[in-house]
């Protein structure tokens, strides 16, 4: 069995056919998986959990599974680097990926709203009425908002008018509007929520745009970062060093900053202590938890927010069947909510299911490994990185101690690697 | 289960050095024991180097470098004799034999 599919693709590439590959040549060889008809993967979710997992599926059974990818968007708006959108130094067409590249793996692509499965009769439902029967289902749906616990932003409107902008594509290019509508001399003020949410130094890389933004265009202006959290979340020097230095005057930081609700009409928040505070653009990220498809069909076993997984398959440990990746996840300790994060989550779930479908062994030493980039301002980057492996006794992710780290200083070494990060894991999920 | 798995991890590794010491850039004569564990480590680095090591921007390919090139270049990085932004940092995160699998697996890919 090894040795056949070993042939195979030595045979594949020795040719220089990989394109072959996703002409359907190879289909009757790898049409059947011990003389049945071939397993069935869903995927909902072709952000950076789900098109990696999709992809990787395809590539790695060499289209011996057939991979079914759901997504309601039209195509890949990304995240990262979104907020130089927001600064005005990059533009939305930077940050877009089709995702018709997937085509040549084999993956089937289905446009429409997942709404619901079944574990047993193993099908997930699409809000159309379709019914997509699987063997393995594959969640990455991001994160959702927690709007329940802000009445004031309950309506579309208030929801316009105070955006959080924390999913990307119409809301960046609007809250962008809302900066450069905005007088010189005014406030915009970011709400970040209690940890955990998802890209814990977002927040922080957006307000480094925004006084970059005040700086070239509004000089009077000024940016409030106000923070639930006890301290800053991530990247605290690096950051800091920013608002001491180059956007000194410019950004202020206030720390334990919780709030009971926000008026839109006003554009101010009720804080929990203290008197309200007041801005001209105001961008409040709501407290998140997993994606609606995963938060609303019990497999959010973790303070009913998050979902936990066994992290050597990503199967849900709530729903067996259901294997579950990126920002939806009960996180182990140090494992940020991020893209990178979610990529190689897609990876080692891949590389399961793949095992799983084929009654191979399933690796038993996964690793996977972090780095977030962040912008200073359009040129000068830090990141911090981590390497974790799994803990056979703890049965979760750890940390190799002494790996990983955070950039020594702001450097335009980084910028270009950073634009050279986005463009080879955008190519890795998508190309 | 836990020593059939180890066992596989070493046999793995002494193909790997007997293919890279034989700087053997043919098909190997014998299918190493656990040809995916190379694959899924591999297929970490793909975020910043590309799919099966092809980088479409700035940071360098590794497909289709030969590995004792790469396992070098992850030794000088974790003793810090190879000037980095990131690498110093993640290859601290690697163990020998992870990288000599690593680098096999990049070593046969499509340039
Ligand atoms: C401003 C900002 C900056 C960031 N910067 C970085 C960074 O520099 N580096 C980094 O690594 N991470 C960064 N992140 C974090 C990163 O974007 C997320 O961690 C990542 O997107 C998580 O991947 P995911 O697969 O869980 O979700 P997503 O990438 O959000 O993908 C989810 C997909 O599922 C689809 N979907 C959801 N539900 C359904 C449904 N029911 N039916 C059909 N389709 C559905 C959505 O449309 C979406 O396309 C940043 C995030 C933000 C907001």
Redesign the pocket.
């Known amino acids: 069995m090894q040795n056949t599919s070993l042939n195979r693709r030595n045979f594949v590439k020795a040719a220089g056919a990989v394109s072959l590959v996703g002409t359907g040549i190879f289909a009757s060889g790898c049409a059947t998986v011990g003389g049945v008809a071939k397993p069935k993967v869903v995927v909902?979710?072709?952000?950076?959990?789900?098109?990696t997992a999709a992809k990787y599926i395809a590539m790695w059974s060499e289209q011996g599974i057939d991979v079914t990818l759901?997504?309601?968007?039209d195509n890949?708006v990304?995240?990262?680097?979104?907020?130089l959108v927001?600064g005005g130094s990059s533009n939305l067409g930077n940050i877009s990926v089709a995702y018709g590249g997937l085509d040549k793996y084999g993956v089937r692509r289905v446009k429409?709203?997942?709404?619901g499965f079944d574990a047993t009769a193993k099908t997930l439902s699409?809000a159309d009425g379709t019914k997509l029967p699987y063997d393995r289902l594959i969640l990455?749906?991001?994160?959702d908002f927690m709007y329940e616990t802000l009445p004031g932003l309950a309506t579309g409107e208030a929801k316009n008018r105070v955006l959080a902008?924390?999913?990307?594509g119409p809301e960046t290019v609007a809250l962008r509007n809302q900066l450069t509508a905005m007088k010189d001399g005014g406030v915009y003020a970011i709400h970040i929520p209690k940890a955990p949410y998802?890209?814990p130094?977002?927040?922080y890389?957006?307000a480094c745009q925004v006084a970059w933004y005040f700086q070239q265009a509004k000089p009077k202006s000024k940016v409030l970062i106000l923070d639930a959290n006890e301290d800053v979340v991530s990247k605290k020097g690096l950051f800091m060093k920013a608002w001491n230095g180059q956007y000194k005057g410019l950004i202020e930081y206030r720390n334990n900053q919780e709030i009971q609700d926000v008026d839109a009409r006003t554009l101010s928040l009720k804080m929990s202590f203290g008197e309200d505070v007041k801005a001209d653009v105001l961008n409040v990220l709501p407290p998140m938890r997993a994606?609606?498809?995963a938060a609303m069909n019990g497999l959010n076993n973790s303070n009913r927010r998050w979902c936990q997984v066994d992290w050597l398959t990503y199967e849900s440990t709530a729903v067996p069947g259901v294997h579950i990746?990126?920002?939806?996840l009960q996180i182990a300790p140090a494992m940020?909510?991020?893209?990178?994060?979610?990529?190689q989550h897609?990876k080692v779930c891949a590389a399961a299911v793949v095992a799983l479908l084929t009654g191979e062994t399933v690796n038993q030493t996964p690793m996977v490994a972090?780095?977030?980039?962040?912008f200073i301002d359009d040129k000068n980057v830090v990141h911090v990185a981590s390497v974790h492996r799994y803990d056979a006794a703890q049965k979760t992710m750890v940390t190799v101690q002494g790996a990983g780290g955070l950039s020594a200083d702001a450097n335009a070494l980084e910028g270009v690697y950073?634009n050279s990060w986005?463009k080879n894991?955008w190519a890795d999920m998508l190309a | 289960m836990k020593s059939l798995h180890s066992f596989a991890r070493t046999a793995a590794f002494a193909a790997t050095f007997a293919a890279a010491s034989a700087f053997a850039q043919t098909a190997p004569a014998s299918a190493p024991v656990d040809k995916h564990l190379a694959r899924n480590l591999a297929a970490q680095c793909a975020n910043c180097h590309g799919t099966n090591g092809k980088s479409v921007a700035e940071v360098p390919s590794l497909a289709g470098v030969p590995a004792n090139v790469t396992i070098q270049k992850m030794k000088d990085y974790r003793d810090g004799k190879l000037p980095a932004t990131i690498m110093h940092q993640l290859a601290k995160g690697y163990t020998d034999e992870q990288v000599a699998l690593i680098a096999d697996y990049l070593s046969k890919q499509p340039k």
């Open positions: 909902v979710g072709a952000g950076f959990g789900g098109a759901v997504e309601r968007g890949f990304s995240c990262p680097m979104s907020n927001v429409g709203e997942a709404t699409l990455s749906p991001g994160i902008a924390w999913k990307a998802r890209c130094p977002g927040p890389e957006r994606g609606n498809i990746l990126g920002d939806s940020p909510k991020s893209g990178h994060m979610a990529n897609g972090n780095t977030c980039y962040s950073a986005a894991i």
